[in-house]
Structures are given as structure tokens and as C-alpha cells.
């Protein structure tokens, strides 16, 4: 019988498709990735510390796991990602029933040190790594098998004064526009016929390498049946009118811009060493306004609340903000203190657990506008004709398919037996929601 792992994500996009990518290396080794399992031979899981709570969450997964292990000496454990990168020795030490700790770049050694556990030695490779050393998209499991995702820069050197990642992910590194090219051609000879590239800070694609960011956008849009191209996360600061006309030229560049404005108030953002002012953050946005992509533009940012010395003329800023940009979607946090990062220099590393009810009453206020926002902004396409790709059945309705507009915009409707998922259908919108939209098949495409 094949061995079963288990495969799980916490944390971003790039987190997912690290995952994807070991997914298809335990593959390789002859295992079957299951989404469960009472008896898995291998639990692989991969970490994120950009916030305090999934490291919370770590550690109570490895103490149940460890039960496991008491039964099933032979099951594996791996911890990969951010987690590992950041306590290396310290998991092994606290959890020494854990086999192999790896951080983000010693992730392509997997099936070494698959052997090397096999053989009974556990393994720590926190390595940083300056090298692509293999191609980044591997085979992906059936449920990704219209949409993939390339990393074309690795790390980040923005140093923004609360994050972690730069510790984690170690310094900027791009890959070369010819290699990603040939990626992204091999996804679709395999029938991927939509790809979002990835880098922490993807403006600042091909620094090192004398290349640029809109020449890897039009490059990559020329790939024969590449249907769907969209890009995260573009920060503020390296921002130019340049992608704003890659969206107006470039046909299959989805209208979809993640923008992470962090906060609104200029005091804050320069304690967050952001690198704008808020003017300048919304002159980008008054750029897209008056494009010919902001019709169709989904626009979506991320919020931390509760940042040292926020007090509330700064969150009245941020709401200011909020109105003004019109975003379709924030993703907003509590500031959670992470260790070795400018603001746990300057402010501690402690939660300020006095005033998290009050960042938590902010946090809700800017999360409940934010819906409001997003619904009226959806409530504009009721009765327009959109075209959908299709990934499978709904989550919240499970008579429903579900899919994404090139927008990104999750879309429910109700199926028939001829759409499968990786086909593009069109759809007309019914409903609109806060965070997703209902309609109707008028046709089946492809
Ligand atoms: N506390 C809260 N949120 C954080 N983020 C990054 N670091 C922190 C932190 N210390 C958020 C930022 C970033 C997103 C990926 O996570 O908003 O854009
Ligand atoms: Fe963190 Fe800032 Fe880099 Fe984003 S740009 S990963 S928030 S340091």
C-alpha cells in the first residue's frame, strides 16, 4: 500500500505553493498527499511567523502530534517554512520526536534528507540558499491543475520595521526572465492555463540581475495559451506608472492589484519604515482611477492595527484611507511583536495586552466598513457577463461549483454536468456579497 503524508499549509501564497512543490517531491518518493488522515505516514508542516498565533498554533499541533508518534514510531514529522527557518535547533530541542526541521531554501533538499530519516538521523538545514537551484513548478496535485503559481523573486530587503520575513526568507534574489519563461511554458503544455508570479516585493523584479519587472510582465503575457496572468505583491514605495500600463495593454494581465497600504496615517507608516506618505499612496491610486484598468480593477491591500504609538487620530486616518481607495478587500491584522525586528528594538516584544480590546474594537470598526465597501463595490456587477475559471465545488454550498473572475472575485453558481473544473464558462452575476458573488452559466467555453 502506498505511504500517505499529510501536507499542511499555514501563512501566504508563497507558503501554499512551497507546499505544492513538496507536495510533489514526497510524490516522488512514492508517497500519496492526502488532505487526512487518521494513520499518515508522514505530517509535513509548513510554517509562517509573519504573526504570533500560527507559531501559537505550531506548538500546540506538535504537542497532539506527539500522541501520535507514541503510537506510530515509523510516521514522520517534518516542520518546513518560516517557523523552522527562525527556531532551528530550539523545535528539536523542545520537540525531539521531530525528524526533519527545514527552512524555506533547504526545501529542494527534501529528498535527501528523506533518506538520510529513513536511516534514522534527524536532519536541521536552515541554510540560506543564493541559488534557484531546480525548476520552481512541479507537478501540482489535481486540485491546482488550472492555476499555478511561479516565485520569480526569493526574500526581501525592504526591512519594514514590524515584519519578519527578511529574517526568514534571507535577502533578495530574482530569477532570469528566459528560465521563468520556460516554466511557465512548460505549465501550460501541462494545461495550466493561469499563473500568478510571486515575490514579497515584486516591483523590485530583476534588480540584480539587470532585468526589470514590466519586461517580465510582457515577456510572460506572450506565452501561447497562458490565459490568466496576475503578479503579488507589488509594495507601494517601488510602485510605477509602468504596471499601471502593462494593465492597459497587456490583454491577459488579470485587472487584479494587491497593494499592502499597511496603514494611513503618515506618523505610523514612517514607524513602520513603509517608505511613502499617504499622499503618495493615494496619487497611486488616483493613477489607477484614471486608467482604463480601474472599471475592471480588483484592488486589495493589507492593514495592521494596533502598531506602537497608534493613537485615534492615527486610526481615523486609516479610515480616512479606507474610504478614499475603495479597496474590494483588506486583509487586517493586530500587530503581533516578532522577534528581531526593528519594532521589538525600539518598543519591546511584548503584546500590549492592555489595549488590545480597544485595537480589537478599531479592528472590527475598519473590518465592518471595509464589507460594506466591498459589498457596494460588487452590488456594480450585478447583471454583467463575466468569464469564469472554474476550480470545483463550492465550499459553502456543496450543489454549487465555484470559480474566480480574472479579477480574482469568487463566483458560486449552480452546475451542470459538462463544466469541470479548468474550464472557463460565463457567467452572469446574480448576487452580489461581501466576498463573493452568485450567478448563472450562459454558455460552457473550452
Ligand atoms: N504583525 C501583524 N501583521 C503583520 N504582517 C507582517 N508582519 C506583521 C506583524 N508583525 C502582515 C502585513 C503583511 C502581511 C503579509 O502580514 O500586513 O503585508
Ligand atoms: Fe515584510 Fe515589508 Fe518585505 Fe512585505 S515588504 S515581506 S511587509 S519586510
Excluded at 520575513?165 to 493561469?194: A, C, H, M, Q
Excluded at 474610504?323 to 503584546?351: H, M, Q, W
Aim: proline share 4%.
Amino acid at each position: 500500500m502506498m505511504k500517505k503524508a499529510v501536507v499542511l499549509t499555514f501563512g501566504c501564497q508563497m507558503n501554499e505553493h512551497d507546499s505544492q512543490r513538496m507536495g510533489s517531491l514526497l510524490e516522488s518518493a512514492g508517497y500519496k498527499v492526502v488532505p487526512c488522515s487518521t494513520t499518515p505516514d508522514m505530517v509535513l508542516i509548513n510554517t509562517c511567523s509573519v504573526r504570533g498565533k500560527p507559531e501559537q498554533k505550531l506548538s500546540q499541533l506538535l504537542s497532539n502530534l506527539k500522541k501520535d508518534k507514541n503510537q506510530n514510531p515509523n510516521m514522520k514529522i517534518i516542520v518546513a517554512g518560516c517557523v523552522a527557518q527562525q527556531k532551528g535547533e530550539d523545535l528539536i530541542n523542545k520537540f525531539p520526536f521531530v525528524d526533519v526541521v527545514i527552512g524555506p531554501d533547504g526545501e529542494e533538499k527534501l529528498l535527501e534528507y528523506l533518506n538520510q530519516i529513513n536511516k534514522g538521523v534527524s536532519v536541521i538545514d536552515i541554510n540560506f540558499n543564493n541559488e534557484f537551484s531546480y525548476a520552481e513548478t512541479l507537478v501540482m496535485g489535481p486540485s491546482h491543475n488550472s492555476h499555478a503559481y511561479v516565485t520569480v523573486v526569493k526574500g526581501c530587503d525592504s526591512f519594514c520595521s514590524y515584519c519578519i520575513v527578511p529574517y526568514v526568507r534571507g535577502r533578495e534574489r530574482s530569477r532570469i526572465i528566459k528560465e521563468i519563461k520556460e516554466d511557465v511554458k512548460g505549465l501550460v503544455k501541462k494545461g495550466f492555463s493561469s499563473v500568478t508570479l510571486l515575490g514579497q516585493n515584486i516591483a523590485r523584479f530583476g534588480r540584480d540581475n539587470n532585468e526589470d519587472f514590466q519586461s517580465l510582465l510582457n515577456e510572460i503575457s506572450q506565452v501561447d495559451g497562458l490565459k490568466r496572468l496576475s503578479f503579488l505583491t507589488s509594495h507601494p514605495k517601488d510602485f510605477s506608472k509602468k504596471i499601471i500600463k502593462c494593465f492597459e495593454e497587456l490583454p491577459n494581465l488579470c485587472p487584479m492589484l494587491h497593494l499592502p497600504a499597511q496603514h494611513g496615517s503618515n506618523k505610523i507608516l514612517k514607524a513602520m519604515n513603509r517608505g511613502y506618505t499617504r499622499e503618495q499612496y493615494l496619487d497611486i491610486i488616483a493613477e489607477l482611477r484614471s486608467s482604463k484598468v480601474w472599471d475592471k480593477l480588483s484592488l486589495t491591500t493589507d492593514i495592521i492595527i494596533g502598531f506602537p504609538t497608534e493613537n485615534d487620530d492615527d486610526f481615523k486616518d486609516l479610515m480616512d484611507l479606507l474610504e478614499r481607495a475603495y479597496f474590494d478587500n483588506s486583509y487586517s491584522f493586530i500587530y503581533s511583536p516578532r522577534p528581531k525586528t526593528k519594532a521589538v528594538e525600539l518598543f519591546g516584544d511584548k503584546e500590549d495586552k492592555a489595549n488590545r480590546p480597544l485595537f480589537t474594537k478599531r479592528l472590527l470598526t475598519y473590518q465592518g466598513r471595509q464589507k460594506e465597501l466591498a459589498l457596494e463595490k460588487n452590488k456594480r456587477l450585478e447583471g454583467v457577463i463575466l468569464e469564469v475559471l472554474v476550480e470545483g465545488f463550492s465550499q459553502k454550498d456543496h450543489n454549487k461549483l465555484t470559480g474566480r473572475t480574472s479579477s480574482g472575485k469568487v463566483v458560486n453558481f449552480v452546475g451542470d454536468k459538462n463544466i469541470f473544473p479548468g474550464s472557463y464558462v460565463m457567467i452572469k452575476i446574480i448576487k452580489a456579497h461581501p466576498t463573493y458573488l452568485s450567478g448563472e452559466v450562459l454558455n460552457v467555453k473550452s
